[in-house]
Nanobody, 121 residues
Framework: QVQLVESGGTLVQAGGSLRLSCVVS????????IRWYRQAPGKQRELVAA???????NYADSVKGRFTISRDNAQNTGYLQMNSLKPEDTAVYYC???????????????WGQGTQVTVSS
C-alpha cells in the first residue's frame, strides 16, 4: 500500500506565495519521480513540474522562474514552492509519484487527493 497526503493549498492574493507538500508513506523502496499536476475548472489536467531521484527538475513554461519543485528523500516528501502567484494559477494541484515498492517488481504510479489553490486578483 502507498498513501499520498497533500497539503498547503489555500486562498492567497495575487503576488503571494504558497508551499505545497506531498508526503508519501507505505512499503516504499524508492520514489523515482515526483510530479505536480494541476487542473483548473473546465480544463485538462496539466503537468506543472517534475523531479527525479537525482534532483533534476523540469517545469511547464507557464511556471518557470516562479515555481520550484524539491524533494526530501529521507522524509519521502515532495514540495512545490509557488511564488509570484497569479489568478491563472488557480486550480486543484495533484501530486503524482512513481515508486518502487519493497518486494514488488516494477514501478507503480500513485496520485494524491488534490489540494485547492485559489489566487485572488
Amino acid at each position: 500500500q502507498v498513501q499520498l497526503v497533500e497539503s498547503g493549498g489555500t486562498l492567497v492574493q495575487a503576488g503571494g506565495s504558497l508551499r505545497l507538500s506531498c508526503v508519501v508513506s507505505g512499503t516504499i523502496f524508492s520514489i523515482n519521480f515526483i510530479r505536480w499536476y494541476r487542473q483548473a475548472p473546465g480544463k485538462q489536467r496539466e503537468l506543472v513540474a517534475a523531479i527525479i531521484w537525482g534532483g533534476t527538475a523540469n517545469y511547464a513554461d507557464s511556471v518557470k522562474g516562479r515555481f520550484t519543485i524539491s524533494r526530501d528523500n529521507a522524509q519521502n516528501t515532495g514540495y512545490l514552492q509557488m511564488n509570484s502567484l497569479k489568478p491563472e494559477d488557480t486550480a486543484v494541484y495533484y501530486c503524482n509519484v512513481v515508486v518502487t515498492r519493497r518486494g514488488v517488481v516494477g514501478l507503480e504510479g500513485h496520485w494524491g487527493q488534490g489540494t485547492q489553490v485559489t489566487v485572488s486578483s
